[in-house]
């Protein structure tokens, strides 16, 4: 099979799932080609099966901003055009569905049905999506979408609640690769971190408002009380100088690093004892599932498609958004040593669940359906 991907190529959670899902089907054989405007953050290793096809974005005096979602679909064409592909995968559907329209459109004219499916990751429809300057083009392309998947039940659900979607939506959870997220013997490095066996805390973001970065410092700070302990930061963004005075204010900065931007986070995973994801709003939770991979339990939140993965009492603790006394409390009593080991054991047995190899035959399903569909159609 000849497969289109557009997505964002960042470290954010759509880009991450699109280049992964990506990168395992040309594994399996298919062509994959990459479509956007700078190569894939995890887009790390050479595979003849997989290319990458730069968006050029022109710029004129004219433009007070580029017109990428032109430059986008141009390149869809060709694309699509030149290496005959069979179907075209976009992912987040800001612009990316409705430029995917618009190469549709103009294929059309030149004899060319290529299938078209979209899949929602989250802000594209929770935050985003719902803004009236969006609203009518997000609704407009979803429903002339070929095929829509979501990453989970609660996104599914909050889309058919807010826009007046007519496709069926299918949904295809979030997957992590285990031959990848695995906890490492890295005791050197948790030697370095914690040398007197203090316990690990984690968060990784993108450290925006929604991620609740205050509630992930808060929390920290009174279970440092109760237990000896340390947090580790991972990513960057525009709450860090925010919470780095904060840090500053409780007097914590001798036990909190903020380790920035890394692409190895597994590596970090593999010393924490505990990963915090107290976010106001999060579709799936794939860095959960990427802290359950690494044997790390989760004290999260129960926003969005959370609960779907964090299973209460079991790979840890949901509580209600802002919650934070709560949410010490479960933090501190999964710490406990006579806990921690079980919590570590359900956390890994659930990432299981979401292997690559389970999920990625969903996809490899679902495009052969809706290519058999169209076909029937023409």
Known sequence: MRIGIVCYPTFGGSGVVATELGKELALKGHKVHFITYSQPARLDFFNENLFYHEVYIPTYPLFQYPPYE????????DIVQ???LDVLHVH??????SAAFMAKQILKTKGIHIPVITT???????LVGKDASFEPVVTFSINQSDGVTAVSDSLRAETYNFFQIEKEIEVIPNFINLSKFKRQKKDHFRMAISPNNEKLLVHTSNFRSVKRIEDVIRIFAKVR???PSKLLLIGDGPERPKMEKLCRELDICSDTRFLGKMEAVEEVLSIADLFLMPSEKESFGLAALEAMACEVPVISSNAGGIPELNVDGVTGFVSPV??????????LYILQDENLSRFKQNAFNRAKDFDINTIVPL???YYQRIIDEQLALL
């Open 82 to 84: 030149f290496e005959k």
């Open 120 to 126: 929602l990751h989250g802000t594209d429809i929770t």
């Open 322 to 331: 802002g919650a934070v006394d709560e949410m010490v409390k479960n933090a």
């Open 225 to 227: 009380e109760r237990i």
């Open 92 to 97: 987040y559907a800001i612009p990316h569905a």
């Open 70 to 77: 032109l430059a986008l679909a141009s390149k869809m064409v």
């Open 363 to 365: 996809y490899e399903q």
